[in-house]
T-cell receptor, first 114, second 111 residues
Framework: QQQVKQSPQSLIVQKGGISIINCAYE??????FPWYQQFPGKGPALLIA?????SEKKEGRFTISFNKSAKQFSLHIMDSQPGDSATYFC?????????????FGKGTLLTVNP | NAGVTQTPKFQVLKTGQSMTLQCAQD?????MYWYRQDPGMGLRLIYY???????DKGEVPNGYNVSRLNKREFSLRLESAAPSQTSVYFC??????????FGQGTRLTVV
């Protein structure tokens, strides 16, 4: 079963607008929630991450909002720019010993029009 | 500092052929991972290695084998390639932290 559900599949935003991508998870054992950004032909790169003891984390124009009771988290991109056009993946992680396995959502293709 | 390096970047195989995808990291990371990425499916974990000498199955291990050659290198082998294994393969690594660093990927086509 899909443990991390991501929506929408694709998103088109005008330059300067707010992009919002949502994710929901099922396993309450997840203890780390990163977002990855992927440009065409490249590997995913860590963008921002949050732990469940925090409700919000902001880094520049990127903010994660986390709702533990609803088992949901979202990525907000403020003042979206054409250079933000990429595929975004939410993920969740459980620690097993010294190893962390990431479970990914299916991704959101963001297009920011100039 | 190269990070995570994957070879080859592109490969076309015929059904039934075998090949090994190579991955090396120079960040002294303990854990290494192989993911596959398919359109609309996100990234799915194939195998992972928590440390040198150990490997474990992920979500989609069938049809694959791995070797953790040393701390730096983690290879993925397809013994008898099938069209269903057409995908983009990513190697990643991490060091006792959940942040994973990904390579540039290997685009594999099986015809």
């Amino acid at each position: 079963q899909q443990q991390v559900k991501q929506s929408p599949q694709s998103l088109i935003v005008q330059k300067g607008g707010i992009s919002i991508i949502n994710c929901a998870y099922e396993n309450t054992a997840f203890d780390y929630f990163p977002w990855y950004q992927q440009f065409p032909g490249k590997g995913p790169a860590l963008l921002i991450a949050i732990r469940p003891d925090v409700s919000e984390k902001k880094e520049g124009r990127f903010t994660i909002s986390f709702n533990k009771s609803a088992k949901q988290f979202s990525l907000h991109i403020m003042d979206s720019q054409p250079g933000d056009s990429a595929t975004y993946f939410c993920a969740a992680s459980i620690r097993g010993g010294s190893n962390y396995k990431l479970t990914f959502g299916k991704g959101t293709l963001l297009t920011v029009n100039p | 500092n190269a990070g995570v390096t994957q070879t080859p970047k592109f490969q076309v195989l015929k059904t039934g052929q075998s090949m090994t995808l190579q991955c090396a990291q120079d960040m002294n990371h303990n854990s290494m991972y192989w993911y596959r990425q398919d359109p609309g499916m996100g990234l799915r974990l194939i195998y992972y290695s928590a440390s040198e000498g150990t490997t474990d199955k992920g979500e989609v291990p069938n049809g694959y084998n791995v070797s953790r050659l040393n701390k730096r290198e983690f290879s993925l082998r397809l013994e008898s390639a099938a069209p269903s294994q057409t995908s983009v393969y990513f190697c990643a690594s991490s060091k006792d932290r959940p942040e994973a660093f990904f390579g540039q990927g290997t685009r594999l086509t099986v015809v």
